[in-house]
Nanobody, 125 residues
Framework: QVQLVESGGGLVQVGDSLRLSCAAS????????MAWFRQAPGKEREFVSTISWTGRNTYYTDVVKGRFTISRDNAKNTVYLQMNSLKPEDTAVYYC??????????????????WGQGTQVTVSS
């Protein structure tokens, strides 16, 4: 069992930065792929970024490439999402997700086993 708690969301201006954190509990965090998804009002949940359990492999959806960076600190059981150059279209609830141990990257919500409660990010113009 893995429990995930996101933090770091908030209200920012266009062009600002935020760093989201996802603190995980459970023995399998260090061997589980992790991911960030987001859901804007009236839209379906969408993939944002994922990182392998080793931290060596990452993947991003095209609209955030070059602006967002995913990372993990297995010693702290935490995964991060550094978001720079934020745009109004980045406004959403951001969810952290954990995948099955030793699996590769999480590219779809169906590959996630555990979810956090979400943290709101609002980018104001």
């Amino acid at each position: 069992q893995v429990q995930l708690v996101e933090s770091g969301g908030g209200l920012v201006q266009v062009g600002d930065s935020l760093r989201l954190s996802c603190a995980a509990s459970g023995r399998t965090f260090r061997i589980s792929p992790m991911a960030w998804f987001r859901q804007a009002p009236g839209k379906e949940r969408e993939f944002v970024s994922t990182i392998s359990w080793t931290g060596r492999n990452t993947y991003y959806t095209d609209v955030v490439k070059g602006r967002f960076t995913i990372s993990r600190d297995n010693a702290k059981n935490t995964v991060y999402l550094q978001m720079n150059s934020l745009k109004p279209e980045d406004t959403a609830v951001y969810y952290c997700a954990a995948g099955r141990a030793y699996n590769d990257l999480i590219l779809t919500s169906g590959s996630a086993e555990y979810w956090g409660q979400g943290t709101q990010v609002t980018v104001s113009s």
